[in-house]
């Protein structure tokens, strides 16, 4: 399970759910993969670039959000 509010980007993708309310992993992905272009690439914390590269490794079928 993932907490949205403890990566920033995400918890603003949570914007119209309770952030602090854990989620899996899946609707994590879906949230980041919809909601992409509302994401700020290049001020990802580490923690959660490498959330996205596990989600993405987990649920992308090869797809990859971010070079």
Do not use: C, Q, S
Not at 19 to 38: C, G, K, Q, S
Not at 49 to 62: K, M, P, S, V, Y
Request: charged share 35%; hydrophobic share 40%.
């Amino acid at each position: 399970m993932i907490v949205p509010k403890d990566f920033p980007e995400l918890g603003m993708l949570a914007w119209n759910r309770d952030a602090a309310r854990p989620i899996d992993r899946e609707e994590a992905f879906e949230l980041y993969e919809r909601n992409w272009r509302h994401v700020d690439a290049e001020h990802l914390t580490v923690e959660e670039a490498e959330l996205i590269e596990d989600l993405t490794e987990e649920f992308g079928h090869g797809h990859r959000m971010f070079a």
